[in-house]
């Protein structure tokens, strides 16, 4: 069984110790290691979680009372009916099982209550998981690259679904 619960600061540990168990393997054959460590320490800091925590909503992803995965989201993303997936990231173990199409289902509950009508969301180009998100219905609207700083980008799909 999935349940979900927020997650506050007092929950930035668990937040650190999956990305860090994540990203190797959603990223490993796409950046390189330093990359996927500048990365962490840029998004996944403590005063970066508390500072994203400040807009955006994150939501633990339980099997039988074990944490197995994180979202952060954000309503009403850039003054839009649109509910933005900042992250999502479910333990390689627990892959496959359909967490992370229950956590969709989730997000899409909690969107629908906050007057969302899509919810949005980037992808590597490159990232396995583009192919499920595509599978649960979101499509690409546009390609993005972002420079993030010591001559990394991200080079992303966005992606929306109409809910």
Do not use: C
């Not at 949005?120 to 599978?135: D, G, I, P, R, T």
């Amino acid at each position: 069984m999935i349940d979900f619960k927020n997650a506050t600061e007092i929950d930035i540990p668990q937040i650190q110790k999956i990305a860090a168990e994540t990203w190797p393997i959603a990223y490993g054959k796409i950046l390189s290691a330093a990359q996927i460590e500048y990365m962490l320490d840029l998004f996944y800091s403590a005063a970066a979680l508390k500072k994203s925590m400040e807009t955006q909503n994150y939501i633990f992803a339980l099997h039988d009372d074990t944490t197995v995965g994180f979202s952060a989201i954000e309503h009403l993303f850039n003054s839009t009916p649109t509910t933005r997936i900042h992250k999502l990231y479910i333990l390689p173990e627990m892959q496959g099982l359909r967490v992370g199409k229950k956590f969709i289902e989730y997000i899409t509950q909690i969107a629908l209550e906050k007057s969302s009508a899509k919810l949005s969301l980037n992808v590597n180009k490159y990232n396995s998981a583009l192919h499920f998100y595509e599978k649960i219905g979101f499509t690409t609207v546009k390609e993005e690259i972002v420079d993030i700083g010591k001559n990394y980008i991200m080079d992303d799909f966005v992606m929306e679904k109409e809910i």
